[in-house]
């Protein structure tokens, strides 16, 4: 079992940038694949960036490819999203998920851990 608790969204002009920290609980961190999803109103939770156990694999979401990086500090227990040149539509809900496996799937089935998401707004 994991917790998982996100924080650092916010208000944010268009343009700008926010970092996003997801601590989980737990010993064996480093054992899970972690992911960021986000979700609008209405919509279906979508994968926005994962990274493998180790962090030496990453994938993104074609929509924030070269404006996000997701990476990990094992030793810390916590992932991060580092978004940059935010826009409006990245205006949503993001959260935090984890998974005991070695593959990072671009699902949100396949991710039984949630954190309780932290809202980011970008103001145009």
């Known amino acids: 079992q994991v917790q998982l608790v996100e924080s650092g969204g916010g208000l944010v002009q268009a343009g700008g940038s926010l970092r996003l920290s997801c601590a989980a609980s737990?010993?064996?961190?480093?054992?899970?694949?972690m992911a960021w999803f986000r979700q609008a109103p209405g919509r279906e939770r979508e994968f926005v960036a994962g990274?493998?156990?180790?962090?030496?694999?990453?994938y993104y979401a074609d929509s924030v490819t070269g404006r996000f990086t997701i990476s990990r500090d094992n030793g810390k227990n916590t992932v991060y999203l580092q978004m940059n040149s935010l826009k409006p539509e990245d205006t949503t809900v993001y959260y935090c998920?984890?998974?005991?496996?070695?593959?990072?799937?671009?699902?949100?089935?396949?991710?039984?851990?949630w954190g309780q998401g932290t809202q980011v707004t970008v103001s145009s």
């Open positions: 737990g010993r064996t961190f480093d054992l899970y694949t």
């Open positions: 990274i493998s156990w180790r962090g030496t694999d990453t």
């Open positions: 998920a984890a998974r005991r496996n070695l593959q990072v799937p671009a699902t949100s089935y396949e991710y039984p851990y």
